[in-house]
């Protein structure tokens, strides 16, 4: 099987120039297949501020009415997912930017009202690996944006990792895979304030005793629930770690 590298970017990384586009350049120089999920909610929020639209997250989600659909149709379609896609251009990169809608790549439903009404934000129901790994194949490097579709005409909110992960979790029936979730810190830490506290491995057991002791919290749960999944689902490596090293050779390896 041939190698495929997946990378998901968060929204800190994102959202500054600088940052970004030493991330693009470092995963630019990845050897091989690979392709870029990001996210981008910072940029949403500020850019809903800025149109008097207050931002609500709830467990990590974002609760997406019918103007915040609007407003992150516009970023993450838009202005995040091109300029990502201009910028590896330029760094001779074949990219080619894709919502869930393109191609029927990814398709989710409107996640059920429940304790929480989260609007417009969908869960994954099936990926069209299939169509992917063809282009993969091709040399294209697609830049996945963290919007799905429910083939009734509706765009819907996903959760970036979850988009990283459920592509993941398809394309390994193609590709010996290696997903990394990149971020603003070194890895999973044990102390999120101390950087150089990295937890080198975690399996499920380690992972549900650090949250029942409150380690690991927020936006970490999902990323990691994300990233169990994957391993369960044949994916080869997953390694949550600082962007400025993608290269897999330091981070928190999830087993
Ligand atoms: N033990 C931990 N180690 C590292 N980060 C943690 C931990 N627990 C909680 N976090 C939080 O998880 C956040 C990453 O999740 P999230 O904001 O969803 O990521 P992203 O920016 O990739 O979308 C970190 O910014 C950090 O605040
Ligand atoms: C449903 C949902 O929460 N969607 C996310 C999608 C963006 C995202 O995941 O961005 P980061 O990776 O930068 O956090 C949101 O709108 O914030």
New binding site residues.
Partial sequence: MEKLTIV?????I?EEETSLKQLLSDFAAIEGHKVLV?????S??AIAAKLGIESV?VN???V?DAETLKV?TMV?GGLVNKNIVAQLQAMEINALGLTGADMNYMLSAKRPVGEVD?GF?GDVKSVNAGLLADLISKDIVPVLA?LTHDKQGHLL?????TIAGEAAKALAKFFDLTLVYCFEKKGVLRDEHDDDSVIAEIDKEAFAQYVADGVIQG?MIPKLENAFEAIDAGVSQVIITKADAIDGTSGTKVK
């Fill in positions: 998901k970017v968060g929204g800190k994102v990001h996210g981008g909610g910072r949403a929020t997250m990590g989600r974002r997406t992150v993450y989260y934000v963290p909110n996903t959760n970036a990792d936006g």
